[in-house]
């Protein structure tokens, strides 16, 4: 389990892990809050060896947590998201974790659903080594002030890790064959890696929406996440 901490700038984080951990990860909320899966992710990523992190993203709408079929006050929060806000709450949370000793190049981040398209944004700012973004949407049309993620991808300044299933309709194939494209295009484009899952729809990773989670998806992608961290993160010296 992880504990909660409030930074000075109001923003709370889920934390878990050592902090003498190796490595860390910033894990980043889909579009229903740090509920209770995003807490085991993040407990999974300490049982990794990791010093595992989530920023509230929605703390400044006081941090609601959103049932799964509430897509109104989902897409109201989502809708109070600005650029300038979320380049606060990720510099607070890799400050958080540089006062624990742990620099970009030791940090990952992580997202699911809008989370997947605010770590494909955080690779952008030089805070973290490398960055996984699970069906992050906005592929050719920005949203939450940012850019689309296929310029985001084609900007990043850390090795980039797509996973997207071909049932999401929100992200349909064209979608992901111009992040195909786009990973070619920066400078880790020989490290830079998209896995497409066949038969895995919007959200394949969550276990708790029996009505998209694949199971054999997930554990692959997962896998994948932990191998692709392993590789293009240091260890904090």
Same mark, same amino acid.
């Given at each position: 389990?992880?504990?909660?901490?409030?930074?000075?700038?109001?923003?709370?984080?889920?934390?878990?892990?050592?902090?003498?951990?190796?490595?860390?990860?910033?894990?980043?909320?889909?579009?229903?809050?740090?509920?209770?899966?995003?807490?085991?992710?993040?407990?999974?990523?300490?049982?990794?060896?990791?010093?595992?992190?989530?920023?509230?993203?929605?703390?400044?709408?006081?941090?609601?947590?959103?049932?799964?079929?509430?897509?109104?006050?989902?897409?109201?929060?989502?809708?109070?998201?600005?650029?300038?806000?979320?380049?606060?709450?990720?510099?607070?949370?890799?400050?958080?974790?540089?006062?624990?000793?742990?620099?970009?190049?030791?940090?990952?981040?992580?997202?699911?659903?809008?989370?997947?398209?605010?770590?494909?944004?955080?690779?952008?700012?030089?805070?973290?080594?490398?960055?996984?973004? &699970? =069906?992050?949407? !906005?592929?050719?049309?920005?949203?939450?002030?940012? %850019?689309? /993620?296929?310029?985001?991808? +084609?900007? $990043? *300044?850390?090795?980039?890790?797509?996973?997207?299933?071909?049932?999401?309709?929100?992200?349909?194939?064209?979608?992901?064959?111009?992040?195909?494209?786009?990973?070619?295009?920066?400078?880790?484009?020989?490290?830079?890696?998209? &896995? =497409?899952?066949? !038969?895995a729809d919007h959200g394949f990773?969550?276990? %708790?929406? /029996?009505?998209?989670?694949? +199971?054999? $998806? *997930?554990?692959?992608?997962?896998?994948?996440?932990?191998?692709?961290?392993?590789?293009?993160?240091?260890?904090?010296?």
């Amino acid at each position: 389990m992880s504990t909660r901490q409030i930074l000075d700038s109001g923003l709370p984080l889920r934390v878990a892990g050592p902090p003498d951990a190796p490595r860390a990860v910033i894990v980043l909320q889909e579009a229903f809050g740090v509920n209770a899966h995003i807490d085991d992710v993040v407990a999974r990523f300490a049982a990794k060896g990791f010093y595992a992190v989530a920023p509230e993203l929605y703390h400044r709408d006081g941090s609601p947590i959103v049932a799964y079929d509430d897509f109104g006050q989902a897409m109201t929060l989502l809708g109070n998201l600005t650029r300038e806000g979320l380049t606060a709450d990720l510099t607070d949370t890799a400050t958080f974790l540089a006062h624990a000793g742990y620099a970009a190049t030791n940090t990952g981040i992580v997202g699911y659903c809008m989370g997947g398209t605010v770590a494909t944004f955080a690779a952008t700012l030089g805070l973290v080594g490398a960055s996984a973004s &699970f =069906y992050g949407g !906005g592929v050719l049309n920005g949203r939450f002030g940012l %850019d689309p /993620v296929v310029d985001m991808v +084609a900007s $990043a *300044a850390a090795p980039w890790i797509g996973l997207y299933g071909t049932l999401d309709t929100g992200i349909p194939s064209d979608h992901v064959e111009a992040l195909r494209n786009a990973i070619s295009e920066n400078d880790f484009a020989g490290e830079n890696e998209l &896995f =497409y899952y066949d !038969g895995a729809d919007h959200g394949f990773h969550c276990d %708790d929406r /029996v009505n998209v989670f694949n +199971a054999e $998806a *997930a554990a692959q992608a997962a896998t994948e996440t932990y191998r692709f961290f392993d590789e293009h993160l240091e260890d904090k010296l």
